[in-house]
C-alpha cells in the first residue's frame, strides 16, 4: 500500500474509533471496500501502540464506570429517596392529601405561633410547633418549643380537630407536645379548682 493511502486509511480508521466503532467493524467495512486484511490490520497495529489510542483504550473503563456510577446514584434517588411533601397553601389541601394518606406539609401562623403539620403515606400525623409568639411567658415556649406529637389514622378518616384544636383527637397519638398540653391542662384545672 502505498503512503498517501495508507495515511488515508489509517485517518479512516482512528476517525471512525474515535467516533466509537470497534476496529472489527472498521476491518469489515474497508475489507468490504477491497482493501486487503494484512494492510488493515498492520495500520490497526500501528493505531493501537500510539498514545492517544492507548489512552481512549485506558479511559473506556473509567468512562464506563463514571456513567454507571452516575446511573447508580440517580437510579438510587429517584427509587430510594422518599418522595418530596407537598406543600399546601390551605387547610383544605393539606386535609384532602392527608385523608389520601399522601405526604404533605401545611404551616399556619397563630398569633406568632408556627405549627407545623405533616402527613405520610402511612396514614401517620405529626403537628410541631415550630415557634412560639415572643408573647407567651418563657416557661411555655420550654414547655412547647420543637415539641409534636404523631397520630396514626386510616385512610380517608383524618380528624381535622388534630389542625383545628389543641386538644382535640390525641387520644390517638404519642409525643411529647401531648404530653406537655395535658401537663398544662392538669395544671390550669388545679389551678382552677384552688388545689395548688
Given at each position: ?17 474515535h ?19 494484512e494492510d ?6 500501528e ?11 485506558k479511559?473506556?473503563p ?11 446514584v ?16 390551605t387547610k ?13 406539609v ?8 408556627v ?12 403537628k ?10 418563657e416557661?411555655?415556649k420550654?414547655?412547647?418549643?420543637k ?5 396514626n ?14 386538644l ?18 392538669i ?10
Amino acid at each position: 500500500m502505498d503512503p498517501e493511502l495508507k495515511k488515508k486509511v489509517k485517518d479512516y480508521i482512528d476517525k471512525e474509533y474515535h467516533k466509537g466503532f470497534t476496529f472489527t467493524s472498521i476491518e469489515k467495512v474497508l475489507l468490504d471496500r477491497g482493501y486487503n486484511k494484512e494492510d488493515i490490520d498492520e495500520i490497526i497495529n500501528e493505531l493501537v501502540k500510539e498514545p492517544s489510542i492507548q489512552k481512549l483504550k485506558k479511559g473506556i473503563p473509567f468512562l464506563i464506570i463514571s456513567l454507571l456510577l452516575i446511573f447508580g446514584v440517580i437510579a438510587f434517588i429517584f427509587f430510594f429517596r422518599p418522595f418530596g411533601y407537598e406543600t399546601c397553601d390551605t387547610k383544605e389541601c393539606f386535609i384532602n392529601l392527608a385523608n389520601e394518606c399522601k405526604p404533605s406539609v401545611y404551616t399556619i401562623n397563630d398569633a406568632g405561633t408556627v405549627y407545623e403539620f405533616k402527613s405520610f403515606s402511612d396514614c401517620t400525623f405529626t403537628k410541631t410547633i415550630t415557634h412560639i409568639s415572643d408573647s407567651e411567658p418563657e416557661p411555655i415556649k420550654e414547655m412547647f418549643l420543637k415539641k409534636s406529637f404523631t397520630c396514626n389514622y386510616e385512610k380517608n378518616s383524618f380528624e381535622v380537630k388534630w389542625i383545628d384544636t389543641l386538644l382535640g383527637g390525641l387520644d390517638k397519638c404519642t409525643g411529647p407536645l401531648k404530653e406537655a398540653l395535658y401537663e398544662l391542662t392538669i395544671a390550669q384545672y388545679k389551678k382552677e379548682k384552688g388545689i395548688l
